[in-house]
Protein backbone atom coordinates (compact mmCIF):
# COMPACT_ATOMS: atom_id res chain seq x y z
CA UNK A 1 0.00 0.00 0.00
CA UNK A 2 0.78 3.52 -0.06
CA UNK A 3 2.78 5.15 2.66
CA UNK A 4 5.19 7.52 4.05
CA UNK A 5 9.00 6.69 4.40
CA UNK A 6 11.77 8.09 4.82
CA UNK A 7 15.40 7.93 3.06
CA UNK A 8 17.47 7.81 6.04
CA UNK A 9 17.13 6.22 9.47
CA UNK A 10 19.83 7.97 11.12
CA UNK A 11 21.52 11.49 10.89
CA UNK A 12 24.69 12.56 12.91
CA UNK A 13 25.21 16.46 13.23
CA UNK A 14 27.68 18.55 14.61
CA UNK A 15 25.86 21.14 17.66
CA UNK A 16 25.46 24.33 15.27
CA UNK A 17 25.59 22.81 11.95
CA UNK A 18 22.78 22.52 10.25
CA UNK A 19 20.20 19.48 9.71
CA UNK A 20 18.27 18.10 6.87
CA UNK A 21 15.51 15.08 7.47
CA UNK A 22 13.91 13.71 4.35
CA UNK A 23 10.92 12.07 3.94
CA UNK A 24 9.24 10.46 0.68
CA UNK A 25 5.41 10.28 0.11
CA UNK A 26 3.86 8.12 -3.01
CA UNK A 27 0.11 9.04 -2.27
CA UNK A 28 -1.06 12.01 -4.72
CA UNK A 29 -3.60 12.74 -2.69
CA UNK A 30 -2.18 13.58 0.18
CA UNK A 31 -2.78 17.32 0.93
CA UNK A 32 -1.35 17.71 4.45
CA UNK A 33 1.54 17.01 6.18
CA UNK A 34 3.16 17.45 9.98
CA UNK A 35 6.74 17.02 11.09
CA UNK A 36 6.58 15.13 14.72
CA UNK A 37 9.49 14.96 16.80
CA UNK A 38 9.72 12.30 19.79
CA UNK A 39 12.10 12.32 22.34
CA UNK A 40 12.88 9.23 24.60
CA UNK A 41 9.95 8.30 26.81
CA UNK A 42 7.66 11.10 25.10
CA UNK A 43 4.82 11.03 22.71
CA UNK A 44 5.16 12.80 18.85
CA UNK A 45 4.97 16.00 19.41
CA UNK A 46 4.48 18.61 16.62
CA UNK A 47 6.67 20.44 15.30
CA UNK A 48 5.70 22.38 11.95
CA UNK A 49 3.06 21.30 9.04
CA UNK A 50 2.61 22.19 5.75
CA UNK A 51 -0.71 22.59 3.11
CA UNK A 52 -0.13 20.77 -0.26
CA UNK A 53 -0.59 24.45 -1.99
CA UNK A 54 2.52 25.52 -0.23
CA UNK A 55 6.26 24.96 -0.96
CA UNK A 56 7.53 26.20 2.06
CA UNK A 57 6.86 27.35 5.55
CA UNK A 58 9.27 28.40 8.49
CA UNK A 59 8.80 28.25 11.98
CA UNK A 60 11.53 29.01 15.11
CA UNK A 61 14.55 27.44 13.68
CA UNK A 62 12.94 25.19 11.19
CA UNK A 63 12.22 25.26 7.36
CA UNK A 64 9.64 22.51 5.82
CA UNK A 65 10.06 22.24 2.09
CA UNK A 66 7.53 20.26 0.55
CA UNK A 67 8.22 19.28 -3.28
CA UNK A 68 5.10 17.59 -4.92
CA UNK A 69 6.62 17.34 -8.34
CA UNK A 70 8.54 14.49 -6.67
CA UNK A 71 6.90 13.95 -3.64
CA UNK A 72 9.44 14.83 -1.37
CA UNK A 73 9.40 16.35 1.88
CA UNK A 74 12.22 17.66 4.18
CA UNK A 75 12.42 19.33 7.77
CA UNK A 76 15.59 22.00 8.01
CA UNK A 77 16.93 22.44 11.56
CA UNK A 78 19.24 25.21 11.83
CA UNK A 79 21.70 25.75 14.38
CA UNK A 80 21.12 22.31 15.35
CA UNK A 81 21.31 21.54 19.22
CA UNK A 82 21.64 19.20 21.38
CA UNK A 83 18.02 19.07 22.93
CA UNK A 84 16.86 18.07 18.79
CA UNK A 85 18.23 14.76 19.59
CA UNK A 86 15.56 12.72 19.02
CA UNK A 87 13.45 10.64 16.15
CA UNK A 88 11.88 12.80 13.81
CA UNK A 89 9.01 11.63 11.58
CA UNK A 90 6.88 12.62 9.18
CA UNK A 91 3.05 12.48 8.49
CA UNK A 92 0.71 13.11 6.09
CA UNK A 93 -2.73 13.26 5.52
CA UNK A 94 -4.80 11.95 2.84
CA UNK A 95 -7.70 13.68 1.26
CA UNK A 96 -10.76 12.06 2.10
CA UNK A 97 -9.50 9.18 4.86
CA UNK A 98 -11.28 11.07 7.58
CA UNK A 99 -8.36 13.09 9.15
CA UNK A 100 -5.82 10.33 10.35
CA UNK A 101 -2.44 10.60 9.97
CA UNK A 102 0.03 8.47 8.24
CA UNK A 103 3.03 7.88 9.65
CA UNK A 104 6.77 7.09 8.01
CA UNK A 105 9.13 5.01 9.86
CA UNK A 106 11.23 8.36 11.35
CA UNK A 107 14.44 9.44 11.16
CA UNK A 108 17.07 9.21 14.79
CA UNK A 109 19.25 12.45 14.90
CA UNK A 110 22.24 12.41 17.37
CA UNK A 111 23.89 16.28 17.67
CA UNK A 112 27.12 15.34 18.76
CA UNK A 113 28.52 18.47 21.38
CA UNK B 1 -3.30 22.19 31.77
CA UNK B 2 -2.33 17.88 32.12
CA UNK B 3 -1.53 16.77 29.08
CA UNK B 4 -2.40 13.18 27.61
CA UNK B 5 -2.10 9.97 29.90
CA UNK B 6 -1.49 6.52 29.34
CA UNK B 7 -0.99 3.28 31.77
CA UNK B 8 0.79 1.68 32.21
CA UNK B 9 4.38 2.97 30.81
CA UNK B 10 5.51 -0.64 30.30
CA UNK B 11 3.16 -3.78 30.16
CA UNK B 12 5.14 -7.65 29.84
CA UNK B 13 2.76 -9.92 29.61
CA UNK B 14 3.08 -13.59 28.04
CA UNK B 15 1.78 -14.91 24.85
CA UNK B 16 -2.18 -16.02 25.64
CA UNK B 17 -2.93 -13.57 28.45
CA UNK B 18 -5.09 -10.11 27.89
CA UNK B 19 -3.88 -6.59 28.63
CA UNK B 20 -5.53 -3.68 28.93
CA UNK B 21 -4.37 -0.09 28.16
CA UNK B 22 -5.64 3.07 29.72
CA UNK B 23 -5.72 6.49 28.08
CA UNK B 24 -6.61 9.67 29.49
CA UNK B 25 -7.41 12.73 26.86
CA UNK B 26 -7.39 16.12 27.76
CA UNK B 27 -10.13 17.47 29.25
CA UNK B 28 -12.97 18.78 26.71
CA UNK B 29 -11.37 17.11 23.96
CA UNK B 30 -14.13 14.78 21.91
CA UNK B 31 -11.62 13.25 19.80
CA UNK B 32 -9.28 10.31 20.53
CA UNK B 33 -7.26 8.35 18.64
CA UNK B 34 -5.12 5.29 19.41
CA UNK B 35 -1.98 4.56 17.47
CA UNK B 36 0.41 1.75 17.69
CA UNK B 37 4.39 1.33 16.57
CA UNK B 38 5.63 -1.99 16.35
CA UNK B 39 9.37 -2.56 16.34
CA UNK B 40 11.33 -0.79 12.98
CA UNK B 41 8.43 0.24 11.45
CA UNK B 42 5.85 2.93 11.34
CA UNK B 43 3.69 4.42 13.53
CA UNK B 44 0.15 3.46 12.64
CA UNK B 45 -3.76 4.29 12.73
CA UNK B 46 -5.82 1.91 14.86
CA UNK B 47 -9.13 4.35 15.60
CA UNK B 48 -10.54 6.88 16.06
CA UNK B 49 -13.61 8.00 18.92
CA UNK B 50 -15.90 11.00 18.77
CA UNK B 51 -16.75 11.20 22.20
CA UNK B 52 -17.79 7.42 23.36
CA UNK B 53 -18.80 6.63 19.64
CA UNK B 54 -16.23 4.93 17.40
CA UNK B 55 -16.08 7.04 14.17
CA UNK B 56 -13.06 5.23 12.15
CA UNK B 57 -11.57 1.69 13.44
CA UNK B 58 -10.09 0.94 10.20
CA UNK B 59 -7.20 0.02 11.77
CA UNK B 60 -7.39 -2.19 14.52
CA UNK B 61 -5.72 -5.28 12.98
CA UNK B 62 -7.99 -7.58 14.33
CA UNK B 63 -11.02 -8.95 16.79
CA UNK B 64 -8.80 -9.84 19.64
CA UNK B 65 -8.32 -5.76 19.99
CA UNK B 66 -11.65 -4.09 21.65
CA UNK B 67 -10.96 -0.40 21.92
CA UNK B 68 -14.15 1.43 24.33
CA UNK B 69 -14.91 4.87 25.94
CA UNK B 70 -17.96 4.50 28.20
CA UNK B 71 -18.73 8.09 28.84
CA UNK B 72 -16.53 9.81 26.18
CA UNK B 73 -13.72 10.08 28.60
CA UNK B 74 -11.15 7.88 29.08
CA UNK B 75 -10.42 4.97 26.66
CA UNK B 76 -9.59 1.80 26.97
CA UNK B 77 -7.84 -0.76 24.59
CA UNK B 78 -7.79 -4.24 25.23
CA UNK B 79 -5.54 -7.32 23.70
CA UNK B 80 -7.16 -10.34 24.50
CA UNK B 81 -5.38 -13.16 23.93
CA UNK B 82 -1.82 -11.42 23.16
CA UNK B 83 0.10 -12.73 20.37
CA UNK B 84 4.19 -11.74 19.95
CA UNK B 85 2.97 -9.55 17.11
CA UNK B 86 1.36 -7.51 19.06
CA UNK B 87 4.78 -5.93 21.04
CA UNK B 88 5.44 -2.24 20.39
CA UNK B 89 4.47 1.36 21.78
CA UNK B 90 0.53 2.21 21.70
CA UNK B 91 -0.10 5.86 21.65
CA UNK B 92 -2.86 7.62 22.32
CA UNK B 93 -3.79 11.24 21.03
CA UNK B 94 -6.35 13.55 21.41
CA UNK B 95 -7.97 16.42 20.08
CA UNK B 96 -11.00 18.93 20.20
CA UNK B 97 -11.66 19.08 17.21
CA UNK B 98 -11.51 16.14 14.72
CA UNK B 99 -10.62 18.47 11.73
CA UNK B 100 -7.73 19.80 12.96
CA UNK B 101 -5.04 17.71 12.74
CA UNK B 102 -2.19 19.04 13.99
CA UNK B 103 -3.95 19.52 17.14
CA UNK B 104 -3.61 15.85 17.73
CA UNK B 105 -1.87 15.84 21.54
CA UNK B 106 -0.30 12.82 21.63
CA UNK B 107 0.72 10.86 25.34
CA UNK B 108 3.56 9.52 26.06
CA UNK B 109 2.97 6.04 25.18
CA UNK B 110 2.67 2.53 26.49
CA UNK B 111 5.20 -0.12 25.65
CA UNK B 112 3.74 -3.56 25.56
CA UNK B 113 6.00 -6.35 25.78
CA UNK B 114 4.35 -10.03 24.66
CA UNK B 115 6.90 -12.95 25.14
Known amino acids: GESVGLHLPTLSVQEGDNSIINCAYS??????FIWYKQESGKGPQFIID?????DKRQGQRVTVLLNKTVKHLSLQIAATQPGDSAVYFC????????????FGKGTLLTVNP | EAGVTQFPSHSVIEKGQTVTLRCDPI?????LYWYRRVMGKEIKFLLH????????ESGMPNNRFLAERTGGTYSTLKVQPAELEDSGVYFC?????????????FGPGTRLTVT
Open chain 1, 27 to 32: NSASDY
Open chain 2, 49 to 56: FVKESKQD
Open chain 2, 27 to 31: SGHDN
Open chain 1, 91 to 102: AENIEGSNYKLT
Open chain 2, 93 to 105: ASSQEWNRIYEQY
Open chain 1, 50 to 54: IRSNM
